[in-house]
């Protein structure tokens, strides 16, 4: 059942990390610069409050070393000792440009991306902060960032400006860009369940699956964009499941269940979802051929990728598109994918009641977990062991 964690916080919790090291401590941020380290049962090791007061909007373990943490408020990136919470260690002052939305270290913890409110994305070394990259392609906020798993060079974001990017951080022009708002509009798809929005797919939230090709977006528009990255770091294929009713803040893919592509939802519909996305077309191509219905909608995103990449010049190679034949075919299947994907529905459906800020899936005390942060100033816990 849902435990509470609370009295951690004085204000509404915006963000909340796990360490992978063997204490598995975690750590949460909230608006005037408080950041709070919690043992796995939800005792309260430590509490500060950051230089300034800014909200404390990302908070992130180093998965090389436990021992450092690493916290976004306004435009620094304070480096805390999770069990000594006397003051940073270190400060990244002017880390963002402006004020910074989010934080990815890649997995050797040598790299930090910085994601802010000009849309830049500044690339730092570890250890010592020095900035080697600015990542200038978004036209709106950055709001997410993820870095590949196995590919430490490879890093994604998504914006308020409706697109998703892949980097490699030896340039600094992405590999690709896929601009969801372009995706809506070819699709043309009006049949959105009842009581959806018609809200345009700003992005609040990318994560990446631990086979590190498959990336999921969390969207305005209720739904989770999802991606596939093929051979030669190409964007081969999207797609979506329409998870929420309102607009999706958050989408993480959950490294400890049966398989990597199990993906945890959270929106401002106050629903948690668990999907089981081993089966999807995007995930699994061959699922799609089995279908008739929605074999087509796999082709139709490639064709739309590939025109993506090259009405930006960025396809190295001609595509392979049986234009004719495809259009007739995706105009047939549109309508039956929607219902493919409807039917297909969570694996774990939680009303949590309130909009969701952050969610952190974690394994308590051997317990396939899920931490929720809302606009309250306590966390909730949910066992994903019900599976």
Known sequence: MARQWSEGHSTSILCVGASSGPEGLLASGSEGGEVTVWSQEGTIIGRLTLPGEEDSTSVVFSPADPGQLYVSHGDTVSV???????GPVEEFQGAGE????????????????????????????????????TLRRHTNIC?????????????????????????????????????LQEVAEEEDDHQQRPGQLFNPPLVHCVS?????????????????????????????????VKAHSQGASQ??????????????TGGNDGQVFLWDLSKHPVVT????????????????????????????????TPPKVETQKEEVEDE??????????????????????????WLCPAVLKGEPSVVVADQSTSLTVYPLSRL
Not at 80 to 86: S, V, W
Not at 211 to 221: M, S, T, V, Y
Not at 334 to 342: F, M, N, P, Q, R
Request: hydrophobic content about 40%; aromatic content about 4%.
């Open 80 to 86: 805390l000792d999770p069990r000594n919470l006397k």
């Open 285 to 316: 191509p061959e699922a799609k051929a089995k279908t008739g219905a929605s074999a087509a909608p796999r082709r139709k995103s490639k064709c739309k990728a590939r025109r993506k990449e090259q009405s930006q010049d960025k396809a190295k």
């Open 208 to 240: 990446v699956a631990s086979c590190g090709n498959i990336l999921g977006c969390a969207a305005e528009d209720g739904r989770v964009h999802l991606m596939r990255i093929g051979s030669g770091s190409k964007l081969e294929q999207q797609g979506a």
């Open 143 to 179: 709001s997410s960032v993820a870095f590949r798993p196995h590919r430490p060079n490879n890093l994604v974001s998504a914006g308020l400006d409706m697109q998703v990017m892949l980097w490699g951080l030896q340039k600094t022009r992405p590999l690709w860009t896929l601009n």
């Open 98 to 133: 402006e004020e910074i939305n989010a934080l990815a270290l890649n997995e050797m913890g040598s790299v930090l991306a910085v994601a802010d409110d000009s849309g830049a994305i500044r690339v730092l070394e570890l250890p010592g902060g020095k900035v080697c990259r």
């Open 332 to 357: 047939v299947a549109a309508s039956a994918e929607e219902v493919t994907e409807e039917k297909a529905g969570p694996k774990l459906s939680i009303s949590h009641g309130d909009k969701v800020n």
């Open 251 to 264: 989408a993480h893919f959950v490294s400890f269940l049966s398989h990597p592509h199990w993906l945890v």
